[in-house]
């Protein structure tokens, strides 16, 4: 039986992967792949906690309506402490979701295609890890007081500390 402990678990998972893809990229100068592993990585993170949170969602790219709705919800009970963290991930995620597909496939501008390449550059990459850094940050509080995700602390303590070390270059 899949229980949401599991379900969080798989999800992180996965966003811990693509993180880890995150600093190889940024490591490589790869700034347009860094910030599309980027985007996957925040919204792997943010359905880890929407599943948490007992939830159930369809394909969906931009999560942090999903964790709107919980925050502007009367019918969940949930600590204010983790509802500001909640509130923080959702708006810290909303700059990389309103990239859509450019991160991707690129844009068109006056008629002609913008690669991600010429998009996505150092500053973009040091924005983006940024807040991957502070969504990592505020998920590390919020799962730190879940005894069956506890083991998963120092990895969050791993990744947000390569993200610094990164900015930091």
């Given at each position: 039986?899949?229980?949401?402990?599991?379900?969080?678990?798989?999800?992180?998972?996965?966003?811990?992967?693509?993180?880890?893809?995150?600093?190889?990229?940024?490591?490589?100068?790869?700034?347009s792949e860094c910030?599309?592993?980027?985007?996957?990585?925040?919204?792997?993170?943010?359905?880890?906690?929407?599943?948490?949170?007992?939830?159930?969602?369809?394909?969906?790219?931009?999560?942090?309506?999903?964790?709107?709705?919980?925050?502007?919800?009367?019918?969940?009970?949930?600590?204010?402490?983790?509802?500001?963290?909640?509130?923080?991930?959702?708006?810290?995620?909303?700059?990389?979701?309103?990239e859509g597909t450019?991160?991707?496939?690129?844009?068109?501008?006056?008629?002609?295609?913008?690669?991600?390449?010429?998009?996505?550059?150092?500053?973009?990459?040091?924005?983006?890890?940024?807040?991957?850094?502070?969504?990592?940050?505020?998920?590390?509080?919020?799962?730190?007081?879940?005894?069956?995700?506890?083991?998963?602390?120092?990895?969050?303590?791993?990744?947000?500390?390569?993200?610094?070390?990164?900015?930091?270059?």
């Amino acid at each position: 039986m899949t229980n949401n402990y599991n379900k969080t678990k798989e999800w992180l998972s996965l966003a811990f992967r693509n993180v880890e893809r995150v600093i190889k990229n940024y490591q490589f100068s790869d700034y347009s792949e860094c910030v599309y592993k980027i985007q996957i990585s925040i919204e792997q993170l943010q359905k880890a906690l929407i599943l948490l949170l007992g939830l159930q969602f369809r394909k969906i790219h931009d999560p942090s309506k999903i964790l709107d709705s919980i925050v502007n919800s009367d019918s969940l009970e949930i600590d204010i402490e983790i509802l500001n963290r909640i509130k923080e991930v959702a708006f810290l995620a909303k700059g990389i979701e309103g990239e859509g597909t450019a991160t991707r496939y690129g844009t068109i501008e006056e008629g002609k295609l913008i690669s991600p390449e010429d998009k996505f550059g150092k500053l973009e990459a040091d924005k983006y890890l940024k807040d991957l850094k502070n969504i990592l940050l505020n998920l590390k509080e919020i799962f730190k007081e879940i005894p069956h995700l506890k083991q998963d602390i120092p990895l969050f303590i791993k990744f947000i500390k390569k993200c610094e070390d990164l900015l930091l270059e």
